[in-house]
């Protein structure tokens, strides 16, 4: 097994029982599965439906608890929230808000990972045209057709520009031309330094764009390694050549018939009807015809390269702070001397007029008498005046 250090995901003996109300046990969606997903890859999940795929993709978001077993993520509990935040995912169903549009919902999500309205905008414009949506970006998602809500849905789990990308059957309900888009794009992610977890029942899927496949079925590891060791047939031997003539070919025979082999099938080439269909769109862009389908654009300048980003980002940081001129405590210019607050003459008679009125307080026969604290009276006085007197002065200056 591959140390877990180095490993983005990682599942010791992972296991999920589902049980009924009374506790009994149900189903078991994945027994004792063992993974190691390394970085930069793009690793496969393959299975029919009911296969254990979409529970183990949930046990490593944290949405499910495993019953048995231990599952890291970058060297954390997938129920760490920074772990999350470096995780994009796009479910099997892709669920959207029907009533906003597709700038509206990236920018919904781009506001769950806090990001600056600069670089949320940025990011929403260079991903819409990456899945082109960039003509349809008014529209509500409701209206969307499968295809276009997939599209929009990878668009989402690349807001964060993540480092671990998760695809729940992503290709379904897409046409052949989405669908071959889709698997370049992810392959140019997997080159970029993303790494990529893929959950696909479509073989062709999972053959052209994965490095490494797990087969399970019942919830269960069949088979796991390279794609192309699985694939690969050691007791065949294919050969390609031009087209030849039938005397080529029986000398051909002969000589393996010499050597103790023989030519089990000869068959003309045949081109896959994918290529074919992809060939006949692709000249029918060159010649520039109308059409109302979506058109896939360049990756996102931002998932290029986000190291080598971030390391310049830093570089150019460290060269502006060494080209500022440091400033000597000595040659900071002084501080501008504190005024001292000057009271509002306004308020301080009325307060001289209200101190009067309330040591000459008047009797019932309308004769007012001093109060029974002269000193303190005459020292509040004494205050009020000497308060007054500084705000004339200061207000004279």
């Known amino acids: 097994m591959v140390d877990t250090v180095q490993s983005v995901v990682t599942t010791v003996k992972l296991t999920k029982v589902f049980r009924d109300f009374w ?21 496969g999940l393959l299975g029919p439906n ?28 997938p129920a760490d929230v920074r772990i999350k935040s470096r995780i994009g995912f796009l479910p099997e169903e892709s669920y959207l808000y029907p009533f906003l549009d597709a700038r509206e919902t990236l920018d919904f999500y781009g506001r769950l990972f806090h990001q600056p309205r600069r670089e949320r905008l940025r990011r929403i414009d260079m991903l819409l045209d990456m ?45 052949p031309i989405g669908t071959r888009q889709f698997k370049d794009l992810i392959r140019t992610l997997g080159r970029r330094g993303k790494t990529v977890i893929l959950s696909s029942h479509l073989l062709a899927d999972v053959e052209d764009v994965c490095d490494r496949v797990c087969i399970l079925y019942g919830g269960r590891q069949r088979a796991s390694g390279r794609v192309s060791d699985l694939l690969s047939d050691k007791n065949r031997t294919r050969l390609t050549i031009e087209n030849v003539d039938a005397e080529t070919l029986e000398a051909i025979e002969q000589t393996l018939a010499s050597r103790g082999r023989e030519i089990l099938e000869v068959t003309p080439a045949r081109e896959k009807l994918e290529s074919l269909f992809l060939r006949i769109v692709t000249e029918a862009q060159e010649q520039k015809l109308a059409t ?35 400033i000597e405590p000595s040659e900071l210019p002084p501080p501008p001397p504190l ?4 009271p509002a003459l306004e308020v301080l008679q009325e307060l001289v007029s209200s101190g009067e009125a309330e040591r000459q307080p008047s009797d019932s026969t309308g004769q007012t008498h001093p109060t029974e604290r002269p000193e303190q ?17 200061g207000k004279e200056n």
Not at 23 to 41: G, I, N, T
Not at 379 to 390: Q, V
């Open 292 to 326: 109302g389908g979506a058109l896939v654009g360049e990756l996102a300048e931002f998932l290029r390269d986000g190291e080598d980003q971030a390391a310049e980002s830093v570089i150019e940081d460290l060269v502006a702070a060494g080209s500022e001129k440091k």
């Open 23 to 43: 506790l009994r046990e149900k189903v078991a969606a994945v027994v004792d599965l063992d993974l190691d997903v390394l970085p930069h890859e793009v690793f």
């Open 339 to 342: 005024a001292a607050p000057q």
């Open 377 to 393: 009276s005459d020292a509040d006085r004494d205050l009020l005046d000497e308060l007054t007197r500084s705000g004339n002065d």
């Open 50 to 77: 009911g296969s254990g795929k979409s529970t183990t993709l949930k046990m490593i978001l944290g949405l499910l608890f495993p019953t048995r077993g231990r599952i890291s993520v970058m060297g954390k509990s």
């Open 131 to 175: 899945v082109g949506l960039s003509s349809v970006a008014t529209r509500r998602v409701g209206e969307y057709s499968k295809g276009m809500q997939r599209r929009i849905g990878l668009a989402q789990a690349l807001i964060n520009d993540p480092d671990l990308l998760i695809l729940d059957e992503p290709t379904a309900g897409m046409d």
